[in-house]
């Protein structure tokens, strides 16, 4: 299992009210609260980095996007698998 981190956080009354019933309805459980925010966090990650690469490629033309990825999709499936059976 993952190290895990403490976090302390503020939000407004309205949002914690809103998370807390969301949650409740869903049947919640410990842990869905901070299951909740890291999963948020990551896909804002996610998405703040699919941001990126798309501003940083914006000049490239789609054969040639399509070939990068090919090329280390390629690359990178060997370790990827290596990993994944250890």
């Known amino acids: 299992m993952a190290e895990l981190a403490r976090w ?3 939000v ?6 809103a998370l807390r ?17 890291e999963d948020a966090v990551n896909r804002e990650v996610l998405r703040e980095t699919v941001q990126d690469i ?3 490629n914006a000049d490239l033309q789609p054969d040639e996007i399509a070939r990068l990825v090919d090329e280390e999709t390629r690359l990178g499936r060997p370790s990827f698998w290596n990993e994944r059976r250890r």
């Open 8 to 10: 302390s956080l503020k």
């Open 12 to 17: 407004s009354r309205e949002t914690d009210v």
């Open 21 to 37: 019933t969301l949650l409740a309805t869903r049947g919640g459980k410990k842990g869905d609260l901070s299951r909740f925010v």
């Open 54 to 56: 798309r501003a940083r």
